[in-house]
């Protein structure tokens, strides 16, 4: 069963960031089965991902992981990324 979590942070180059997709895609595989990926309306360099989680703690280890720093640097995300989920 999955479970919705969302979310958000700031890019440096919101083109760059849109280029990386695949990369999200691939990154992102063993803990999600799906995302969506939106951008503030009076924020351009605001984005939110959407993802259905499979494995959350997966995915809060795949964005925490420093090896993953890299990537983030290539595709403008800054920090903090913050995450919500529901509220049950």
């Known amino acids: 069963m999955s479970k919705t979590i969302v979310a ?3 890019v440096g180059d919101i083109d760059v960031w849109l280029k990386g997709h695949e990369d999200r895609v691939s990154l992102f595989a063993p803990a999600v089965s799906s995302f969506k990926t939106f951008q503030d309306t009076d924020d351009p360099k605001s ?3 959407v993802f259905e989680v499979t494995d959350l703690d997966k995915l809060k ?3 925490n992981d420093p090896k993953n720093q890299a ?3 290539k ?3 800054l920090e903090p990324i913050k995450m919500s989920m529901p509220v049950e």
């Open 75 to 77: 595709h403008t995300v």
């Open 71 to 73: 990537i983030k640097e």
């Open 61 to 63: 280890s795949i964005i």
């Open 8 to 10: 958000r942070h700031k």
């Open 47 to 49: 984005v939110v991902v």
